[in-house]
């Protein structure tokens, strides 16, 4: 039996909510709002060398670099 494809992948994509703008708490609100500001309004692709540096930097907040 073979694993369905998502299980191999070394991350998983986000999706859209699955309700309203108005259904989403204050802090989902807040994060929409600061990807968009920081994005200046695109939606960038997710790539390994993305997800490293947004590991690093989280980590670097947590004094593990």
């Known amino acids: 039996m073979t694993r369905p494809e998502s299980e191999d ?3 998983t994509l986000p999706t859209a909510p699955s309700g309203s703008w ?7 609100c807040a994060w929409i709002e600061f990807i968009r ?3 200046c ?3 960038p692709r997710v790539t390994p060398a ?3 540096a ?3 930097a989280h980590d ?3 004094g593990g670099g």
């Open 9 to 11: 992948s070394l991350f």
């Open 60 to 62: 670097m907040g947590r």
């Open 54 to 56: 947004l590991r690093e």
């Open 50 to 52: 993305r997800m490293r």
């Open 41 to 43: 309004g695109s939606d």
């Open 22 to 28: 108005e259904e989403l708490t204050p802090n989902e």
């Open 37 to 39: 500001i920081i994005s």
